[in-house]
Antibody, heavy 121, light 112 residues
């Protein structure tokens, strides 16, 4: 079965850093782009970061709200995508989900359970 | 960025009755490859979002046929032919034609 599992969330002070991981299983991780989507408490969904698969250049995209502070990367040998979050702000408090985008399969067909990041002093 | 809007923002439906949600995009979602990149998701209470419809009208695997999607260009609709109790939650439309991907604000569906 296709599975995505996020980890690394927690409580962090404003200005500090955190690294989230998204581990895939049940499919060839390197064949898929990965998107991080977040949901602030009681709010809607926001795509914050995207990384293409290596065959498509492995290039990245960021939402304006996180550009320059967040960095997405991937290690296909471990089937993991990372979201490095620096200079965290209170507004970054959210559940962070990872999801995949395939070329020959519907995009966003599988989501992880999410990991909660709380930025607070 | 492409702005996605949804109406209504909330919907209270009697079981067995139909429901309809409208989604509009600020730009056409028709790609030069001929596909229209409009997706629908349902987020049930306490759960991750789940894919319902992709590319306007294609039901994802396992999605009941009471769900259907239609539309073109910038105007889209999700219809539930007969709402069931398990359909409660937040419905989001999303465009995937360009980055950043953007979602509508969500439509909360509850049962009367």
């Amino acid at each position: 079965d296709v599975q995505l599992v996020e980890s690394g969330g927690g409580l962090v002070q404003p200005g500090r850093s955190l690294r989230l991981s998204c581990t895939g299983s049940g499919f060839t991780f390197g064949d898929y782009a990965v998107t991080w989507v977040r949901q602030a408490p009681g709010k809607g969904l926001e795509c914050v970061s995207f990384i293409r698969s290596k065959p498509y250049g492995g290039t990245t995209e960021y939402a304006a709200s996180v550009k320059g502070r967040f960095t997405i990367s991937r290690d296909d040998s471990k089937s993991i995508a990372y979201l490095h979050m620096n200079s965290l702000e209170i507004e970054d408090t959210a559940v962070y989900y990872c999801t995949r985008e395939g070329v020959f399969t519907p995009r966003f067909d599988s989501w992880g359970q999410g990991t909660l990041v709380t930025v607070s002093s | 960025d492409i702005v996605m809007t949804q109406t209504p923002l909330s919907l209270s439906v009697t079981p067995g009755q139909p429901a309809s949600i409208s989604c509009k995009s600020s730009q056409s979602l028709l790609h030069r490859d001929g596909k229209t990149y409009l997706y629908w998701f349902l987020q049930k209470p306490g759960q991750s979002p789940q894919l319902l419809i992709y590319e306007v009208s294609n039901r994802f695997s396992g999605v009941p046929d009471r769900f259907s999607g239609s539309g073109s260009g910038t105007d889209f609709t999700l219809k539930i032919s007969r709402v069931e109790a398990e359909d409660v939650g937040l419905y989001y439309c999303m465009q995937t034609i360009q980055h950043p991907r953007t979602f509508g604000p969500g439509t909360k569906v509850e049962i009367k």
